[in-house]
T-cell receptor, first 111, second 110 residues
Framework: DPKIIQKPKYLVAVTGSEKILICEQY?????MYWYRQSAKKPLEFMFS???????DNQTASSRFQPQSSKKNHLDLQITALKPDDSATYFC??????????FGPGTRLTVL | GDQVEQSPSALSLHEGTGSALRCNFT?????VQWFQQNSRGSLINLFY???GTKENGRLKSTFNSKESYSTLHIRDAQLEDSGTYFC????????????FGQGTSLSVVP
C-alpha cells in the first residue's frame, strides 16, 4: 500500500484558475514538505511543516498556500494559475528533520 | 547560496560495468540523501548518510562531511538502474529542507 498519497496524479488547469493538490502520509511522520520539479530540473523546496506549523517557506509568491487540516495532511492551494506553474509537485514527509520520503507527485499543466 | 554540485551530468554504462557519481557541497552539510528517479518520475530512496559508508546490494555510498562530498558507486549495472540520480542535503541555513543537485542521467545499455 502506498504510504504517501498524492491526488490527483495528473491535473490540467486554465490560466487564472485555482487548484488544490492533496497529500496524505501514513508513515507516522511529524514533518511534511512540498517540492516542485519543472521539466528536466532538480527538485526545488517550497514549504516545510512540523506538527501542522509552518517551519520554512521558500516560495516568493503568495499564490501558493499550504493547508494542514490534520497532522498527516498537507495540501497545496495554488491560485491565479500561470503557465509557468506547470510542473510536477512532490509531497514528502520525515520523522523530525531526518530522512525524507517522497510521494509519487502531481503533474500540473496550466494552459 | 547553498549549492550541491553533481557530476557527471550524464553517464552511459554497459550492463555489468560500474561507475561512481559524485556530489560536492559548497558548505558543510550534516547529512546527504541519494535518490533514483525512474522513468515514471517516482523518487526512490537509496541512501541516507550522516557520515561514513553504507552499502545496499550493488550500490555503495560514502559521505565525507569534512571534505564536503559524497559518492554513489554502482557496480554490475543492470538495465533497471537507468534513470536520474539525485543527491540532496539539508543546508546549515535551514535544517527543514533539502537542496538538490542537478542530477546524473544514467543510461544502462546492453
Amino acid at each position: 500500500d502506498p504510504k504517501i498519497i498524492q491526488k490527483p496524479k495528473y491535473l490540467v488547469a486554465v490560466t487564472g484558475s485555482e487548484k488544490i493538490l492533496i497529500c496524505e502520509q501514513y508513515l507516522g511522520h511529524n514533518a511534511m514538505y512540498w517540492y516542485r520539479q519543472s521539466a528536466k530540473k532538480p527538485l526545488e523546496f517550497m514549504f516545510s511543516y512540523s506538527y501542522q506549523k509552518l517551519m520554512d517557506n521558500q516560495t516568493a509568491s503568495s499564490r501558493f498556500q499550504p493547508q494542514s487540516s490534520k497532522k498527516n495532511h498537507l495540501d497545496l492551494q495554488i491560485t491565479a494559475l500561470k503557465p509557468d506553474d506547470s510542473a510536477t509537485y512532490f509531497c514528502a514527509s520525515s520523522p523530525d528533520w531526518y530522512e525524507q520520503y517522497f510521494g509519487p507527485g502531481t503533474r500540473l499543466t496550466v494552459l | 547560496g547553498d549549492q550541491v554540485e553533481q557530476s557527471p551530468s550524464a553517464l552511459s554504462l554497459h550492463e555489468g560495468t560500474g561507475s561512481a557519481l559524485r556530489c560536492n557541497f559548497t558548505t558543510t552539510m550534516r547529512a546527504v540523501q541519494w535518490f533514483q528517479q525512474n522513468s515514471r518520475g517516482s523518487l526512490i530512496n537509496l541512501f541516507y548518510l550522516a557520515s561514513g559508508t553504507k552499502e545496499n546490494g550493488r550500490l555503495k555510498s560514502t559521505f565525507n562531511s569534512k571534505e564536503s562530498y559524497s559518492t554513489l558507486h554502482i557496480r554490475d549495472a543492470q538495465l533497471e538502474d537507468s534513470g536520474t540520480y539525485f543527491c540532496a542535503a539539508p543546508p546549515p541555513s535551514s535544517f527543514s529542507k533539502l537542496v538538490f543537485g542537478q542530477g546524473t542521467s544514467l543510461s544502462v545499455v546492453p
